[in-house]
């Protein structure tokens, strides 16, 4: 890859209400003007979830960029061009994504979805900080690789051990 700025990253995820909306804000932060995030969902719940929301605040997150939104948004003319591409849930791992212009690089980082997990409030915000932990983690090491000394095949071998990273996803 040759290094330009910025980087275009869209994050995937079937509600685009948590884990991509989490990712979009830490890449945006750790990527210190070299990565732009970018979020959506192949069956977008409408509404970003609060506990993210709460979490991201208190990271002090600017949250003003949160909406939940399908991923045609990003596959119609005129739409930023991609760089790279990353699930975040294994559902949309599995589906049929759009063609995206530019053939960007794509990679699996499942995480587990706290919008899903069941108990008390305390336990829920557990999940979202967890989530964010690991999302954190994977997403680190991917802006701190050296994308322009890396040639196609080795970087999208880097970018699947990202993926499977077990102390991003434990």
């Known amino acids: 890859m040759t ?28 990527g210190m003007g070299r990565f732009k995030g970018f979020s959506a969902g192949s ?11 709460d979490l991201l605040r208190k990271m002090n997150h ?3 960029f949160a909406r939940s939104k399908d991923w045609a948004e990003f596959a119609e003319p005129g ?12 559902n949309a791992a599995s589906e049929v994504c759009p063609v995206w212009p530019g053939q960007p690089m794509t990679a699996h980082w499942g995480v587990p979805d706290p919008a899903a997990v069941e108990g008390n409030d305390a336990e829920k915000h557990f999940a979202f ?42």
Request: glycine residues 4%; contains cysteine; hydrophobic residues 45%.
């Open 3 to 30: 290094e330009h700025k910025p980087y275009n990253v869209l994050f995937l995820c079937t509600g685009n209400s948590a884990r991509s909306i989490l990712a979009e804000a830490i890449i945006d932060r750790e």
């Open 43 to 53: 069956h977008p719940k409408g509404a970003v979830h609060p506990f993210a929301l």
């Open 62 to 64: 600017d949250v003003s």
């Open 79 to 90: 739409a930023p061009v991609m760089d790279f591409v990353f699930t975040v849930c294994d």
């Open 129 to 170: 900080a967890d989530t964010y932990r690991m999302l954190t983690n994977r997403i680190s090491i991917f802006v701190n690789l050296p994308l322009a000394s890396l040639d196609k095949l080795a970087l999208q071998k880097r970018l699947d051990e990202i993926g499977q990273n077990r102390d991003a996803a434990a």
